[in-house]
């Protein structure tokens, strides 16, 4: 039988030449095809299509060798641009995409992942001039956790967004100092501490551990942790050096089989994931476990240490710590830090821990993906209480209905599926990004708890969500009041109790019960929140320790020094709902909620001659006031005002979030009108209750000595507010009435913990009504 098969030169009427094995009329096998513009492709063909390995000249000198498939750039090759930049590294469809290494034109070097052209997981990048950044990438720019050297020897080790510095981090100088503390939008903002070099400072590989991901509070985390990722410990050790870790010389000059044939998209992604894992855990604690190498050779000068506060770069306040202090304080909160670690895996027994966050995902997935298809229709009664649930059997080989998995067997359960399905449609959360931010593949984050609840929290990877554990006591309690909850809910589309968008249990074979709620983060804001308050109203041990007192601490009311004035419609407008929500909670029998109070403070603008900009990323941070020139009192800082302007709705980001929810308020300054806040050079907000509310924040100052003429003192600040309502599952023991009833007419209100509802909401809206007076 003849072979179809033969070789031959075509010459096609539009001018192309092909030379080589055709299969009737197609070109198939070896071969070489010149089109009429001058492009040359030579090698492999099936059916018509270039397929195998192959190379391409086009007239303008650039050219690729590697592997094609179906006439495309697919798997592994290099590409050699006419301006004289090179590509080595996976493709997929004409497009980088895998791992990759690209030196450019300028001689400027990137190594690492790459997804549809652009930088996008864990990478190298170095500078022609010597600066060198390592971490990970979003979309083309440094996003996540990362490490940035300059060649005068700085370094940046901390969180990145869009580009520049944000999130917390710590910054080593050249000579020696260091920096701790936060980041936004690539300027210090927040409070931290220097270092002068020669000084003591905590060990860098505890601050890696610990000193990163201490930001949480019951229901809510700030934004500006959006980038915090937990430096989990890997099974595996990884003892090569920081350059073997993001080198892929190596790789791409390995074996045979990467230069005989292409790299499959399974190997690619799970190349992929290796390097996300050696990026996210390892980077930055190498570098810092060199940088306390390079500490131990320091002799302790003794010298002070600085706490310092900026505001969108302007330092504002400064003291001089001391030394010795400083030392027990940082040994007594790295202690606290770890015994809070070993409690959460002494509780879930170390692995349990991983086991519930997968199963946490898994029963999501399910949940969400079963309910949403099903016809939106209007609660019953039927559809309320313990008994409305799904129950579901997730054993570890999967099932007809379940998918395989690599935890524990495990029994699912979904309460309410139908309440909390309308719940999140009237919340304005699109199913599919709830899941997806829930159960992604950049999974949750466990983070400790600072309250006495005992419960543990699990924050979705872009901090939208939190999950937290309940006690069984805790879910009755939710269960009791959810038919109220869902009309309050309908009812007042302002109000700012915590929002609840499911309660889920998860059970173990062995007989141990899990049973958490999903809520929003109300501090997923634009703007980073400097201080975090939980107000009660009382004042029965509401004052913080000041030995544990770090950036991310929740203040209580003894250590509200601000009086907060508002918008007369603002204020009216707060007021209103908290009264209304006030009532709801008292009607269920609620007591012990708080408000959660976030301040975002704006720098003054006279002082923004100070600014720390910043910068290009290829300069060094400045070190002004670095050795402490500046007096160590704090800086009176006069209000400038936030601006107020009409709504319009085309400059402003109308998206739902976890938090928000409401219409436009309006304020009298502006003629009645719904309104945005302007902040010149940052953003334009839209102002929702508990959303971007502005405020002047008043402190009065004491003054020395008794002449009561003397003119009233006060430091005032432009603030940002943002406040909800949270801790609403603590049901009123109806067993302790009288005598707590008594304890109230006996004794002042305030200093008692725990009153009957009707007195602990009187007693929380006539404390909020001092903290937000009416202007005089």
């Not at 504002?316 to 606290?336: A, F, V």
């Not at 609840?500 to 998860?506: A, C, D, R």
């Amino acid at each position: 039988m003849e072979s179809s098969e033969r070789s031959m030169e075509n010459i096609f009427p539009n001018g192309d030449v092909y030379l080589g094995n055709l299969k009737g009329m197609l070109p198939d096998g070896n071969g070489k095809y010149t089109w009429s513009d001058g492009t040359v492709y030579e090698g492999d063909w099936d059916k018509g299509k270039m397929t195998g390995k192959g190379k391409v000249l086009w007239p303008s000198g650039a050219s690729y060798e590697g592997d094609f498939s179906r006439g495309y750039r697919h798997g592994f090759g290099t590409l050699i641009s006419s301006n004289g930049s090179v590509y080595k590294g996976s493709w997929k469809l004409n497009i980088q995409h895998g791992i990759g290494e690209k030196q450019y034109q300028n001689l400027d070097v990137y190594e690492g992942l790459w997804k549809e052209g652009i930088h996008e997981g864990s990478g190298r990048y170095a500078w022609r001039n010597g600066n060198m950044y390592i971490g990970t990438w979003k979309a083309g720019k440094m996003c996540g956790r990362g490490v940035m050297k300059w060649s005068n020897g700085d370094l940046f080790d901390g969180f990145w967004l869009n580009g520049l510095r944000h999130g917390s981090g710590f910054y080593r100088f050249e000579d020696g100092g260091y920096y701790f503390g936060t980041w936004t939008k690539g300027v210090k903002d927040g409070r931290g501490k220097f270092y002068p070099a020669g000084s003591k400072r905590p060990s860098l590989a505890k601050w890696c551990s610990f000193g990163l991901h201490d930001d949480v509070m019951e229901g809510s985390v700030s934004r500006s942790s959006s980038m915090k990722s937990e430096c989990r410990v890997m099974e595996r050790s990884v003892n090569r050096n920081l350059s073997e870790k993001f080198s892929f010389d190596g790789f791409f000059r390995g074996s045979g089989r990467i230069s005989h044939k292409s790299i499959s998209l399974e190997e690619n992604w799970s190349l992929s994931h290796s390097m996300r894992e050696v990026a996210h855990c390892h980077t930055s604690c190498l570098l810092s476990s060199k940088s306390d190498e390079f500490q131990n050779e320091v002799q302790d000068s003794g010298s002070v240490v600085y706490e310092r506060e900026y505001m969108q770069g302007v330092l504002i306040k400064q003291r001089i710590m001391n030394d010795e202090g400083l030392s027990k304080s940082s040994k007594e909160l790295c202690k606290t830090k770890e015994a809070k670690i070993k409690s959460c895996a002494n509780t879930y027994e170390g692995h349990r821990s991983y086991f519930l966050m997968l199963n946490l995902q898994l029963g999501i997935r399910y949940t969400v993906g079963k309910i949403t298809p099903v016809p939106m229709r209007e609660v019953r009664s039927s559809d309320f209480g313990e008994q409305a649930r799904i129950r579901m059997y997730f054993p570890r080989r999967g099932s007809q209905t379940t998918p395989p998995h690599y935890s524990l067997d495990f029994y699912w359960t979904d309460y309410c599926p139908m309440v909390f399905r309308n719940l999140r449609e009237m919340f304005k959360l699109d199913a599919a990004e709830y899941m997806m931010s829930i159960c992604g593949d950049d999974g949750l984050r466990e983070i400790s708890s600072p309250g006495k609840s005992g419960s543990i929290f699990y924050l979705s990877h872009d901090d939208r969500f939190v999950i937290k554990t309940l006690k069984r006591s805790e879910l009755k309690v939710l269960l009791k009041m959810l038919p109220s909850y869902y009309a309050n809910v309908k009812e007042h589309e302002n109000t700012l109790i915590t929002k609840f968008f499911g309660v889920h249990q998860i059970a173990w074979k062995a007989g141990r019960k899990i049973r958490f709620v999903v809520m929003g983060n109300m501090f997923c804001t634009e703007l980073r929140i400097h201080r975090r308050y939980d107000l009660k109203g009382s004042y029965q041990g509401r004052v913080t320790d000041k030995d544990e007192i770090t950036e991310n601490t929740t203040f209580k009311d003894l250590d509200l020094p601000y009086e907060f004035h508002m918008d007369k419609l603002l204020r009216e407008s707060l007021l209103k709902q908290i009264s209304l929500d006030c009532r709801f909670l008292e009607s269920q029998q609620i007591i012990d909620y708080s408000l959660l109070l976030g301040l975002h403070f704006r720098a003054p603008e006279h002082l923004k001659a100070l600014l720390e900009t910043p910068g290009s990323l290829h300069e060094p941070e400045h070190t002004f006031a670095r050795h402490g020139a500046i007096s160590q009192d704090e800086l009176l800082i006069p209000p400038k005002g936030l601006l107020l302007v009409t709504h319009e709705p085309n400059f402003v980001s109308t998206q739902p979030g976890p938090h928000i929810r409401g219409n436009t308020l309006r304020a009298f300054s502006v003629g009645e009108q719904e309104v945005d806040l302007l902040l010149p050079g940052t953003a334009r907000l839209r102002v929702q209750l508990g959303v971007n509310m502005p405020a002047q924040a008043n402190h009065k100052l004491q003054q020395d000595g008794d002449d009561s003429s003397e003119a009233e003192l006060f430091e005032v600040y432009d603030v940002v507010l943002y406040l909800g309502i949270i801790d609403i599952l603590q049901e009123y023991n109806l067993k302790k009435k009288l005598e707590h009833t008594y304890k109230s007419l006996q004794y002042d209100p305030m200093s008692i913990s725990v009153i009957e509802p009707k007195l602990y909401s009187k007693r929380f809206i006539n404390f909020l009504e001092r903290v937000f007076p009416l202007e005089p």
